[in-house]
Structure formats: C-alpha cells, structure tokens
C-alpha cells in the first residue's frame, strides 16, 4: 500500500502557541488531501479537505482561521493550529487520495497534539 | 441520510478463535466501501475496498463480503491472534472521490 506521513507525531504546547502538522505522501502524487480530528474512543471527523493549489475546504463548523491549511505540493499539506487551546487538545490524523478506480484513501500514522 | 452502522460496537475473544464483524449502510449512490483496522494511537490501516460489483475480497486472515442489495457487509477475521486487537472501521464512499463516511468502528479485543 501506498505510504503517507505525518510529523510531528506528538507534540506539547502551550495555550496560545501555534503549531503545524505536515502531512506527506511517500510514494505517489496527492491532489488531495484530507485532514481528521479523532477523540477518544470516537470515529474520525472529517475537518477539511486540501486541494494542491487551491484553498481549503472546511466542514460545517471548523475554524478556517483557526486551522490553516496548505497544500503547497503534490505531495505535502500541512495543518496549523493558531493559538491553541487545551480544547484542541486532540488526534490529528491525514489522508491522501491516490487517484484510481477506487480513489483510496491512504492515512498517515496520526498526531497527537496536547495543548497545556 | 447518509450512515454506516456497525456491530458489534465492542468484542472479546479468545486468540485462535475467529469473529464476523458487520457494517449496515443506507449511503447512497454507493461507490465503495472499505474496512480499515487502527490501532490505538495510529491511523488506519486498509484491509480491503469493494465496489459493489464485488462480492468478496480477502486479505491474508481477513475476508470481507459484500451484499449490495442487503446494503451489508461483514469482516471475518480466521486464527485470531493478540495482534488483532484494534478497532476496526467500516467506511462507505458516496461517489468516487467525495467524503468517506465512517462508521463508528467495532472494538476487537483478543485475550490468551
């Protein structure tokens, strides 16, 4: 399978801090990219999805100000946090489409990011 | 509405055994559908992904199938082993290329 990768995959801040996510694509060329925020015990939440050079587009209650995301190549898109709270204290998992028949979705190994 | 719908919602089993997990889905117009497997603290792996032409697919220990017109899928895993343990999600395309749809995973713990 295809692989992606994400970095950091743990990182702590303080409130107000910004941080960024990068997310890449290993072996094959992304045009799209999906960002997720996963809780506890919970399923994946879509929050946006990152089209290589053009804006983002942000699910029905997601910050685009709060979460910036650039998608700058075909194969990196990262995301960033503005001036964290502990509220977004949360896992952060990235996918990349890999164009075929099925348009799979590959995901990155996740980050988890804890604000204090 | 669009949904995936999974069950059971948690399960335990002894290592060897095996179990069927089940997906439902009312998504509509159907592209795909896709077991992934995460473990705690990592993103998901794929198991498999099926159009709705396809019945069955396998992938090692793990088969899954298929009912389009039931909208139902299963996930049988054989020879359970301790590696096993994860939630494993069942996820449903809409039209190639749009939004997954997840399920909310069913939560596989094997003991010894």
């Known amino acids: 399978g295809a692989v992606v990768s994400q970095h950091p995959s743990r990182v702590i801040c303080k409130s107000g801090t910004s941080v960024k996510i990068e997310c890449r694509s290993l072996?094959?060329?992304?045009?799209?990219m999906f960002w997720y925020r996963q809780f506890p015990k919970k399923s994946l939440m879509l929050m946006a999805t990152?089209?290589?050079?053009?804006?983002?587009?942000?699910e029905q209650g997601v910050e685009k100000d709060k979460f910036l995301i650039n998608h700058a190549s075909l194969t990196l898109s990262t995301l960033t946090v503005t001036s964290a709270h502990p509220e977004d204290s949360s896992f952060y998992i990235c996918?990349?489409?890999?164009?075929?028949?099925?348009?799979?979705?590959?995901f990155g190994p996740g980050t988890r990011l804890t604000v204090l | 509405k669009n949904q995936v719908e999974q069950s059971p919602q948690s399960l335990i089993i002894l290592e060897g055994k095996n179990c069927t997990l089940q997906?439902?889905?009312?998504?509509?117009?159907?592209?795909?559908l896709r077991w992934y497997k995460q473990d705690t603290g990592r993103g998901p792996v794929s198991l498999t992904i099926m159009t709705f032409s396809e019945n069955t697919k396998s992938n090692g220990r793990y088969t899954a199938t298929l009912d389009a017109d039931t909208k139902q899928s299963s996930l049988h895993i054989t020879a359970s082993q301790l590696s096993d343990s994860a939630s494993y999600i069942c996820?449903?395309?809409?039209?190639?290329?749009?939004?997954?749809?997840f399920g909310k995973g069913t939560t596989l713990s094997v003991s010894s």
């Open positions: 997906c439902n889905y009312t998504v509509s117009p159907f592209s795909n």
């Open positions: 996820v449903v395309s809409a039209t190639a290329g749009t939004a997954l749809i």
């Open positions: 996918s990349a489409r890999r164009d075929s028949s099925y348009n799979e979705q590959f």
């Open positions: 990152s089209n290589e050079g053009s804006k983002a587009t942000y």
């Open positions: 072996d094959f060329q992304a045009t799209t």
